[in-house]
């Protein structure tokens, strides 16, 4: 979705609620793969800066950690140039459009069953057995290698399995209406019949492809491997958290677990190799009576308010009305219970929602983990830094709402490389990911930037007088709280972030902020260096997109000490524009029109090729154009130049904001690779370890379908992927496609 939900309001329709996935870094696979390039004679940008200058010593070798199935070296081509293919025209057509010499394929929509015995997904709102099936809103996404042992491999190239995230639903008033034959009820109480379907199409799903003799991809419908996790999936709560009282729910008193994971957006690929995925805009699912507030009469109410939950609020879906069991209760936060510590309502259950979850994708029967001691927000990917032998490990993080912060979690324990292929991801995840620095980013105007450590050993911290905090716990469970004690700089939402493999920079996605102004309300922010841009966006015949309409894409290097640097140096990669707002203080990156974009949200590297591949989730630029991937291959951080942008306040004085704007991108390092259908998002990436076979999704087209027309399809606003093709009924699917080249190379030359 792509509008942004506020920090003391929920707009539950709001796009701090969609999303997707993101490519992380692995850096035994980047090794491999670098290495693998050095060979085939890419661009060298990669290897070169990982191993130096390329060396046929290198040439055959396999001298990286031991991997199950080493796979057949792949064919040389040496005449491959990244982003040599034709850049592909912005686009309203219901379809997607890649360059010419590629395909993409749908291979796994809404609704697909995930096991033999469920039946073909009719797509006409009678379908049910969603735990079995196909989420919605497909969004980030991992590839997970399989041998032909049935075991994890770094290297294979036609099995693997796909996490994804299935982060929500396309709904209005209440109801996700795609589902329900007639649109489903608007009103409450909502059906438990319908409530049930809503609840299981979020969570995640793991699902088996395999690329066929012929070179067609697909899922197996009937892979053991397949499984769901839904919202009502057993969850277990690890690090500072677990046991801890602010966890403490009728549903485990003991504070050691919860209901299943919610809101799923970006995601992340451990070193270690299990799967990371963020609860982004969780706070929409659960209610809160009207006097709740002088119900709970303790802070609660403070941190509550600072997650955007209001008494009164009502939830997005209704669910907690379906019926006076457990599972449906859940979703009433409000204190109804007697007890002192909450072991006889769910008062504590949106402390149990808001972490990066980590998943064993190789073995359904591994409880997933929320790992508290990386915060509680509004989680979007989660991203390692280079993994080196010896150095602690690094995690970036964003909270994606208008003025939250970009975080790091730095792990106490030392990356031991043999960890790489672990006897058990899950304990390896309690290894590195329950003990550790959390750190909030402060940027600051001379294109510099400072980590702050959010602990009790903290002054700041201490002092805060809007929150006391108790103990470590307290702060990782409201990380917002304690970032606004430290005064860590306000951002334009940060969606996903990536760590470019060539260098090591971490590169973040701030998809646009609309509360961006000259003259700030008290909900509003004044623009700062890092996020400088105050401007007016005309929509068709609306003029009254202001702020930072567009986004822009930034980038920190970390100083010496790597992953554990307690500061950096920044500056702005993209600024996303129309081509037509050239010559001004919009289009600061000059993009022409084989190059413009508008609220840069899914971000991801290729281990493979070095791309930065850039997805959006737009509502800006959507009267010209659906929303996009890019392909581009940066430069640095200090690349381009300073610049000073100048500002009139309404009072006459002047406003002057330095930034650091990135060298323009040339035709050749930035170019539009994909168009998607009407009213969707881009969303998701993952790759073949050769670069061959690109995954991708595509969530909720045909959105801005208005509820009323759910009995004619010629009103829907999309009918992908039923027109291209896919599956049956014309309602329109979230759905994971494959891009592959005719010529057989790697995605994106
Ligand atoms: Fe999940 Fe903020 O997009
Ligand atoms: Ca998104
Ligand atoms: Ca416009
Ligand atoms: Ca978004």
Redesign the pocket.
């Known amino acids: 979705m792509t509008q942004s939900k506020d920090i003391i309001s929920v707009n539950f329709n709001d796009e701090d609620s969609n999303t997707s996935a993101n490519p992380t870094f692995d850096s035994v696979l980047t090794a491999r793969l670098s290495r693998r390039n050095i060979l085939r004679g890419s661009i060298g940008s990669v290897a070169t800066a990982v191993f130096g200058a390329p060396t046929l010593s290198a040439c055959g070798s396999d001298d990286d950690a031991p991997a199950p199935a080493p796979a057949p070296a792949p064919a040389p081509s040496p005449v491959e140039k990244l982003l040599s293919f034709a850049a592909v025209a912005k686009s309203l057509e219901d379809k997607v459009t890649v360059p010419a010499g590629y395909t993409a394929s749908i291979i796994y929509a809404l609704g697909d069953p995930l096991r033999a015995t469920t039946a073909d997904y009719k797509n006409d709102g009678s379908d049910a057995d969603f735990e079995n099936r196909a989420g919605d809103h497909h969004d980030g996404m991992e590839w997970f290698g399989l041998g032909a042992d049935g075991k994890a491999s770094l290297t294979s190239n036609d099995r693997g399995l796909l996490a994804m995230n299935h982060e929500a639903t396309t709904d209005q008033k209440l109801s996700s209406f795609f589902l329900h034959a007639d649109g489903g009820k608007s009103t409450l109480p909502r059906p438990a019949a319908e409530v049930d379907k809503e609840v299981n199409i979020h969570g995640i799903s793991v699902v088996e492809v395999k690329k066929a003799a012929d070179g067609k991809w697909s899922y197996i419908k009937d892979s053991a491997f397949n499984f769901r996790l839904t919202p009502w999936s057993d969850v277990e709560l690890s690090g500072p958290l677990r046991g801890h009282a602010l966890a403490k729910t009728k549903y485990s008193v003991d504070a050691v677990k919860t209901r299943g994971t919610i809101n799923n957006c970006g995601t992340g690929k451990s070193p270690w190799g299990s799967f990371l995925t963020g609860e982004e805009n969780w706070v929409g699912y659960f209610s809160r009576s009207a006097a709740d507030d002088a119900a709970r009469g303790d802070k609660s109410v403070v941190a509550l308010k600072r997650y955007g939950s209001s008494q009164g609020g009502a939830s997005r879906h209704g669910w907690e009305t379906a019926g006076t069991e457990d599972k449906y209760q859940r979703f009433n936060s409000s204190k109804t219970g007697t007890s002192a510590d909450g072991s006889d309502d769910y008062r504590n259950e949106l402390n149990t929602m808001g972490y990066i979850v980590e998943v064993d994708a190789f073995d359904k029967s591994k409880a997933a983990k929320k790992r508290s001691a990386l915060g509680r927000f509004a989680h979007e990917s989660a991203v390692f830094g280079k993994a080196e032998a010896g150095k602690p490990l690094a995690v970036y993080m964003g909270d994606d709402s208008r003025g939250e912060y970009i975080y790091k979690f730095v792990s106490a324990a030392n990356w031991d490389a043999a960890d790489a292929t672990p006897v058990s991801r899950i304990a390896t995840g309690d290894k590195y990911l329950d003990n550790g620095k959390l750190y909030v980013a402060k940027f600051n105007a001379d294109g510099k930037g400072e980590w702050i450590e959010l602990a009790m050993s903290n002054a700041a911290i201490i002092a805060y007088a809007a929150y006391k905090f108790a103990d470590q716990a307290d702060i990782c469970v409201n990380t917002r709280l304690a970032a606004d004690a430290v005064g860590a700089t306000k951002m334009d939402r940060p969606e996903w972030c990536s760590v470019n493999p060539a260098n090591g920079e971490v590169y973040y996605a701030l998809t646009n902020n609309t509360s961006r102004r000259v003259d700030p309300s008290s909900s509003q922010f004044a623009p700062d260096s890092a996020n400088p841009r105050v401007y007016k ?4 015949a609306d003029a009254s ?1 202001e702020g930072n ?1 567009n986004g822009h894409i930034l980038r920190l290097k970390e100083d010496a000490a790597g992953s554990a640097a307690l500061g950096f140096s920044w500056d702005v990669y993209l600024f996303g524009a ?1 081509a037509s707002a050239s010559g001004s203080a919009i289009n600061l990156s000059n993009l022409t029109g084989d190059q413009d974009f ?1 609220s840069p949200d899914g971000l991801a590297f290729s281990p493979s090729t070095g791309i930065c591949w850039i997805q959006t989730d737009d509502g ?2 959507t ?2 154009t659906n929303c996009m991937m890019l392909a581009a291959l940066p430069g640095k951080v200090g690349d381009g130049a300073k610049k000073t942008l100048s500002y009139t306040k309404a009072d006459g004085s002047k406003l002057s904001v330095d930034t650091y704007v990135g060298k323009a991108p040339a035709v050749d390092t930035l170019k539009r690779f994909l168009v998607g259908p009407a009213a969707c998002e881009i969303t998701g990436l993952a790759e073949t370890p050769d670069g061959k076979a690109l995954f991708i999704n595509i969530q909720h087209p045909g959105e801005t379908t208005a509820m009323a027309n759910i009995a004619d399809p010629t009103k829907f606003t999309s009918q992908w992927p039923s027109n291209a093709g896919y599956g049956a009924g014309k309602r329109p699917r979230s759905a994971t496609i494959v891009i592959t080249k005719t010529d057989g190379g790697r995605i994106g030359s």
């Open positions: 966006d005309i929509k068709g997109q309409p129309e508008s800006a630029y009267d010209v």
